[in-house]
């Protein structure tokens, strides 16, 4: 296929930085790469036999959605929220003992076409049982699967973990477009030792994992104490007794204390972390990411963002789950900060829609910015006849505009230039 050119009203460089371009151009190679960019009229002088589409419409790069349980997908709409976390995940666990397979292979296929519509080009997702590697394979995303382990006990951490690595081990064709690490679960629900091999493990491989950290109060209190609501839940489940001692410290204090804190584990949430905190992921260069609505649906709180970017981060956005999520839309997620932190610059928002969840997720050598030399996809954001004069704001604003994925490279294809 020989090269094409898509021409717009506005541009949107996506990486937190770049003005909006107007009047601009690209021109992309059979493989959906970007070889130039600028003003339309430049770009037609320039490249004369490269045909020209041209689009009333902001173009942006392809979204990245940094944390997904698309396992999940089928719970959509069955699992209350706004009473805190740990009612949130006893009706969890209830409602999904319920579903049958083909409804959960069903929903994540699903929820793959919506991540497909929305234009989302690269995911992180959490998986207990490898249950979207199929559908999340066989599509033009770019991913990585983070295998997580869970077990409170020594030895129950050791077998759970003993479990995901003969899931991963029998899976004998793995997709090209998809990277795999073992995950830790949270601080408070793995046994410290093994959470330190799983981490230890994936820094051998040189593969970057992913920890839910200072998700909610509860989590807090438990590693403080060693009690309030969630060891009350598991006194409920008739769990047996956790064979350590809770640290009497913030999860974030907690976490640098193992050992565990680094540039590849990514620190998703940060919703319950104080600053004193966040200045310690900060100096890790832990990669970051909010999931907000989720929060919301079930703790009824925001991550402190102000605090976040003050700290030097520059978090990427997930969706969490579909049973905590009206959708997986990450431009979504964005809206929703902008409407509780008005001062946040509309560039910064979709930044983290963009480059920042790229980045987050080591992919932002290939994917996440309107750059030449990137394969990021391009979207397409229609207005219509009226022109709009910030960009900007009226993709983060207008909640419906025509959404179009005007390009979306191959990614099993161009996968070893990140996961070589």
Request: proline share 7%.
């Amino acid at each position: 296929m020989r090269e094409r050119g898509i021409e717009a009203t506005w541009l949107l460089a996506g990486d937190g930085g770049t003005p909006p371009l107007r009047d601009g151009a690209l021109v992309l190679d059979h493989d959906d790469r970007i070889v130039a960019l600028g003003e339309a009229s430049q770009l037609r002088r320039a490249y004369p036999a490269v045909p020209f589409e041209k689009h009333a419409a902001v173009l942006t790069p392809g979204l990245v959605n940094a944390h997904t349980h698309l396992e999940l997908s089928a719970l959509h709409g069955q699992v209350p929220g706004g009473r805190g976390f740990v009612p949130w995940v006893d009706s969890l666990v209830k409602a999904r003992a319920g579903l049958h397979p083909d409804i959960d292979a069903e929903a994540i296929d699903a929820a793959v076409s919506e991540l497909l519509s929305a234009g989302v080009v690269a995911v992180g997702e959490v998986t207990n049982h490898l249950a979207a590697v199929e559908a999340l394979g066989s599509v033009a995303i770019l991913g990585r699967v983070f295998h997580e382990v869970f077990g409170m006990r020594k030895d129950t951490g050791e077998v759970t973990l003993g479990l995901a690595r003969q899931e991963r081990a029998a899976r004998t064709s793995w997709p090209k477009n998809l990277g795999y690490a073992l995950a830790p679960h949270t601080p408070y629900t793995l046994h410290p030792d093994v959470l330190r091999e799983i981490v230890a493990s994936a820094r051998a491989s040189g593969a970057r994992t992913s920890l839910h950290l200072a998700e909610h109060a509860a989590e807090r209190a438990f590693l403080m104490t060693g009690k309030g609501p969630f060891a009350d839940w598991l006194t409920t489940r008739a769990s047996s007794p956790f064979d350590w001692t809770a640290p009497g410290c913030d999860a974030v204090r907690y976490v640098q204390a193992l050992g565990v804190l680094g540039p590849d584990v990514i620190a998703v949430h940060l919703t319950d972390a104080h600053a004193d905190e966040i200045a310690l992921v900060a100096q890790a260069k832990c990669p970051v990411v909010l999931c907000p609505r989720s929060n919301l649906h079930i703790e009824l709180k925001l991550p402190p963002l102000l605090d976040i970017l003050r700290a030097g981060l520059c978090p990427g956005l997930g969706s969490d789950s579909l049973a905590s999520n009206a959708s997986l839309d990450p431009l979504a997620e964005a809206r929703a900060l902008q409407q509780r932190f008005p001062t946040v610059s509309p560039r910064t928002l979709l930044a983290m829609a963009t480059a920042f969840g790229a980045d987050a997720l080591g992919f932002g050598a290939l994917l996440g910015r309107l750059r030449v030399g990137l394969a990021p996809g391009v979207i397409a954001f229609e207005h219509g006849p009226i022109v709009p004069s910030d960009p900007e704001r009226f993709i983060l604003h207008d909640e419906h505009p025509t959404r179009t994925v005007l390009s979306r490279p191959a990614y099993q294809t161009l996968a070893s230039e990140v996961f070589a």
